[in-house]
């Protein structure tokens, strides 16, 4: 008799409590609440008749059983009113709590006018403060760049295409030499991948990237390249021209001399083309002739590669001294390459290349030097000894991305890294030191800018690599080169917002950003 009356005061309780608990609700809501009540009655009371039809059948049939354990009759039986009434409290107590979650929102969101004023009052202000200084505005984004971990290391993607890239301009020279085996042109050499790409970092996304070669050349028979200077008193000398100079080939069997032949033996008509003639000015190679005819070559020559099945390839029209192209597959990827040509400076990694970042001022007959591809093999040489996981090159490609926008180049970056790659212990070029190695990176460069110096990394530098392999001019140049020269005559200090990268660094959740 107990169980009945613990029940019957429990769902006393629960119904009062209910009752008190919707007092604030309206006239329909209450109506509806005792109907579902309603409802819930007549369904206790049905399955109370249906338990106790089952009893009693059972009681009918197994007559034996009941008589010798009266007691365990009774104890199922009450356990099963136990049972209903516990799930029917349930019930209701599901169904009183899916009502108020219902409601609830109903009453929230009819917040007073005084609360939506102040809501709006307090937006307006923070938008105020949030314009009132540009400057300080982008800083906050750069901050919110870094501490959101949206900046991605797009090394993987990078390396995978440029073996991609690599493998079609290899195709693409290998036709063209045999093509052109029987003529005075330019040797084309093996491409020899240059630039960041290569090098496993990108200033940019790895869709934006631009994948740089560069094709060495070479004169062909009867013929050699002399380099002069360009801009005496200038140092370092970066300028160069070069002039092509016809050599004597009489005891080459079947090779044309062009200095002892008959004048009317030379000019027949029959003859191959001669780099004389098309490739060069007063003598010396015109680079924006030889981007020309290399630019024509490859619209001839790329049908008849296999490529052209993968990709649809378009020649750029954006500079006069190099070859860009931009393939795309039938998927819709892009791939942006860019061929720069090139002549080696004797038997080192040093070369005058056409590439210029401001080739619209530079004549056509100009070479600068660039250490390009001595870049390239000093990073692939650090990669090879540095412990597993390229941090380096993450390092690299975080600070530049972190500093996206400022005043000054990439180049910048990547010579600072080249600089502590080259001095600090390469142990320290792991995950668990790779924060501090981006804040000194991040320092240094703000020290550097202040003091607009920061030496070039080939010139004077005695612990250089035995793997990098320099002109004496450069290895044993007795003063440095400072590519911060520009700014000493430039008043202010470009340096503004790297104090605020470096701290945004700091508070950072760093280590996925290294990831």
């Known amino acids: 008799m107990a169980a009945p009356k613990f029940l019957t005061l429990l769902l006393q309780g629960l119904l009062l409590y209910s009752g008190k608990v919707l007092e604030k609700l309206d006239e329909a809501a209450w109506k509806r609440m005792e109907e579902q009540e309603q409802e819930m009655n007549e369904e206790m009371t049905r399955l109370m008749e249906e338990m106790e039809r089952r009893s009693q059948l059972r009681r009918n049939l197994v007559p034996m059983i009941v008589q010798q354990r009266p007691e365990e009759q009774s104890i199922t039986t009450w356990g099963a009113v136990l049972f209903a009434a516990i799930a029917g409290v349930l019930i209701l107590l599901f169904w009183l709590w899916w009502w108020l979650r219902k409601t609830r929102p109903e009453a929230d969101s009819g917040g007073s006018e005084k609360e939506i004023l102040d809501n709006n009052t307090d937006k307006k202000d923070k938008e105020e403060e949030e314009g009132s200084d540009r400057e300080g505005v982008e800083n906050k984004q750069q901050g919110n760049r870094i501490t959101s971990g949206c900046i991605e290391w797009p090394g993987q993607i990078m390396m995978s295409r440029s073996r991609v890239v690599k493998e079609l301009v290899d195709d693409l020279l290998r036709f063209l030499r045999t093509r052109l085996s029987n003529s005075f042109v330019p040797v084309l050499q093996p491409a020899i991948g240059v630039g960041s790409a290569f090098e496993g970092w990108s200033p940019c996304e790895a869709d934006d990237a631009v994948y740089q070669l560069l094709v060495p050349l070479e004169p062909p028979a009867g013929h050699s390249f002399h380099r002069e200077l360009a801009t005496l008193g200038r140092i370092p000398a970066r300028d160069y021209r070069i002039r092509v100079v016809l050599e004597c ?186 924060f501090w190695q981006v804040v000194d990176i991040l320092n240094f460069l703000h020290q550097c800018l202040e003091q607009k110096q920061l030496n070039h990394f080939f010139f004077s530098n005695s612990t250089m690599p035995e793997e990098i392999i320099l002109p004496e001019m450069l290895s044993k140049s007795v003063s440095h080169y400072n590519i911060l020269q520009h700014l000493v005559t430039e008043s202010g200090c470009p340096c503004q917002g790297i104090e605020t990268c470096v701290s945004s660094f700091r508070r950072s959740s760093w280590k996925g950003l290294l990831d």
């Open 249 to 434: 080939a009489c005891r080459v069997r079947n090779m044309l001399c062009f200095i002892h032949s008959p004048k009317h033996h030379v000019r027949m008509k029959n003859r191959p083309p001669y780099m004389l003639d098309f490739l060069c000015t007063e003598l010396y190679l015109d680079v924006e002739k030889l981007a020309l005819w290399f630019r024509r070559l490859v619209k001839q020559a790329w049908v008849a590669l296999p490529w052209v099945r993968h990709y649809e390839m378009e020649v750029l029209p954006y500079s006069q001294r190099t070859c860009q192209l931009r393939l795309t597959s039938g998927s819709g990827s892009r791939l942006c390459i860019e061929v720069l040509f090139g002549v080696q400076l004797g038997c080192t990694d040093i070369f005058l290349t056409s590439h210029s970042a401001n080739d619209t001022y530079i004549r056509s007959t100009i070479w600068q030097q660039s250490c390009a591809v001595a870049e390239s093999k000093f990073f692939s040489h650090m990669t090879s000894q540095v412990p597993q996981g390229s941090f380096h090159l993450r390092c690299l490609h975080l600070c530049t991305r972190m500093l996206k926008g400022m005043e000054f180049s990439p180049y910048t970056l990547k010579t600072i890294v080249m600089h502590f790659l080259n001095t600090r212990p390469l142990s320290s070029w792991c995950r668990r030191g790779c």
